[in-house]
């Protein structure tokens, strides 16, 4: 990649075309040179290949010059066309912040539905069931015997659910799981899987077979929620305690920035809508506050860019988790890291 700025992004909630035009024409005006208009042409040609007027909630970024195209289907958001040296991922972020998939597992003694939840829906669902002696035929066997026969069978059919759950979500790398059910299945359930799948729990809870799957999408989705407020206040709460000894927690931009060049960040906390203007140099790979037209090291132009931004994709890269907030973030300047190391 280069300073140019030859990548397109484009957001869709509704397909938009006087949008789309509108924000064409006026990054059109700003393109430098010939070779960028051609190559903004060029990458919204690929774009309007893959285009049409009942697309709703997709994500496009595409450039010519750097034979780049990827779509990806998202939630609601808003109409944004925006052009710069590499793809706008910030909105992307913050959706799969929020919108975590999370694995839901409806079981009884005999039934189970595993389910993976996105966004509010189901996106994959697996049916288990096995007759466990239901209709049975005690024929001349004792009530003990009949008991204990029907306890192991139980006890085979919740373990190969809990075998059948693991690789699914893992499969789906899913990090959280509620477990719903009528009665006492769904306890004996969670003691089936194995240690770092129980760690992912975020509720138990008491539902029937026979409920609504809506109701029980919708009350797993705020079991969900609950966590992870919690979570979230846990990382303020960490944040806060770092910061008081001067411990593994950065605070200012220019701190966070060197965190992230450095590999450093273990979660990154983004205040809602926080943009930071500064600039960047491809060619020396460096960030800086502010406004500068040329490279303090080498002289060559810059890039205006969205710190924030540049700062969410080196920690994307470095595989660094990233939490958005809404208020909390004030006093912190909205944007704070914690760090794995110092
Ligand atoms: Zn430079």
Not at 37 to 50: D, L
Not at 160 to 171: H, N, Q, V, Y
Not at 225 to 249: C, P, Q, T
């Amino acid at each position: 990649m280069d300073n140019e700025d030859s990548f397109i992004s484009l957001y869709i909630n509704n397909f938009d075309e006087k949008f789309i035009e509108r924000r064409i024409n006026e990054c059109k005006n700003v393109l430098k040179n010939e070779k960028m208009h051609e190559n903004f042409e060029k990458s919204m040609e690929m774009i309007y290949e893959h285009i049409n007027k009942n697309i709703k909630h997709r994500a496009m970024f595409a450039s010519y010059k750097n034979n780049f195209f990827k779509e990806y289907e998202i939630l609601p958001s808003e109409n944004l066309l925006v052009v710069d040296s590499s793809p706008y991922i910030k909105p992307m972020v913050k959706m799969i912040d929020e919108y975590d998939n999370y694995g839901l597992v409806l079981v009884n003694s005999h039934k189970a539905k595993i389910y993976i939840v996105s966004a509010g829906k189901i996106e994959d669902e697996k049916d288990v069931s096995k007759t466990i002696m239901g209709k049975h035929k005690k024929g001349g066997w004792s009530q003990a015997r009949f008991q204990r026969i029907r306890k192991g069978a139980i006890n085979q059919f919740l373990k190969e659910t809990a075998e059948d759950a693991e690789k699914i979500f893992l499969k789906d790398k899913i990090n959280k799981i509620v477990i719903a059910g009528p009665g006492e299945a769904k306890t004996w359930f969670k003691e089936r899987l194995p240690k770092d799948m129980k760690s992912k729990i975020a509720d138990i809870i008491d539902e029937s077979f026979h409920e609504m799957e809506f109701e029980i999408i919708s009350d797993a989705g705020k079991a969900i929620k609950k966590d992870e407020e919690a979570e979230k206040e846990e990382i303020i709460d960490a944040l806060k305690r770092e910061l008081l000894k001067n411990g593994l927690a950065v605070n200012g931009i220019e701190e966070i920035v060197k965190a992230a060049e450095e590999e450093k960040i273990d979660i990154l906390l983004v205040g809602d809508g926080m943009k930071i203007a500064g600039w960047k140099c491809e060619k020396c790979n460096v960030i800086g506050i502010g406004i500068k037209k040329r490279c303090p090291y080498c002289g060559h132009e810059t890039t205006s860019v969205d710190v924030v931004e540049e700062v969410i994709e080196l920690a994307e890269r470095s595989n660094a988790r990233i939490e958005f907030f809404n208020g909390e973030l004030k006093k912190f300047g909205g944007i704070a890291a914690l760090l794995r190391y110092k």
